[in-house]
């Protein structure tokens, strides 16, 4: 069974710094793109970051470039987001993701759908 299980959301000022984590199991982890969605009340769902295990390639939307960072720990099946310089409109429900087939680019392509998604952790950012 495939469960993605997020962690490390909470509640900081703005200009602060959190780490979500998402825990990977049920599929080999070295062939996945994982990556993070958020959602915010009343906005669209946004596509956050992504990594390519196979080859390292990364994406960002532009919202986030230069405060976060996505890496993985192959050993732990873990991946990690780190948000640093926090800002009030980063507030939002983050969701991990996981998908064989796509590349990192691919949480930038709107109509494209990963196949697993995890239950989501809150970030709230005040300002």
């Known amino acids: 069974e495939v469960q993605l299980v997020e962690s490390g959301g909470g509640l900081v000022q703005a200009g602060g710094s959190l780490r979500l984590s998402c825990a990977a199991s049920g599929f080999t982890f070295d062939d996945y793109a994982i990556g993070w969605f958020r959602q915010a009340p009343g906005k669209e769902r946004e596509g956050v970051s992504c990594?390519?295990?196979?080859?390292?390639?990364?994406y960002y939307a532009d919202s986030v470039k230069g405060r976060f960072t996505i890496f993985s720990d192959n050993a732990k099946n873990t991946v990690y987001l780190q948000m640093n310089s926090l800002k009030p409109e980063d507030t939002a429900i983050y969701y991990c993701?996981?998908?064989?087939?796509?590349?990192?680019?691919?949480?930038?392509?709107?109509?494209?759908?990963?196949?697993?998604w995890g239950q989501g952790t809150q970030v709230t950012v005040s300002s």
């Open positions: 993701v996981a998908d064989l087939f796509a590349t990192a680019q691919a949480m930038g392509v709107m109509t494209y759908s990963f196949d697993y």
């Open positions: 990594i390519s295990n196979s080859d390292g390639s990364t």
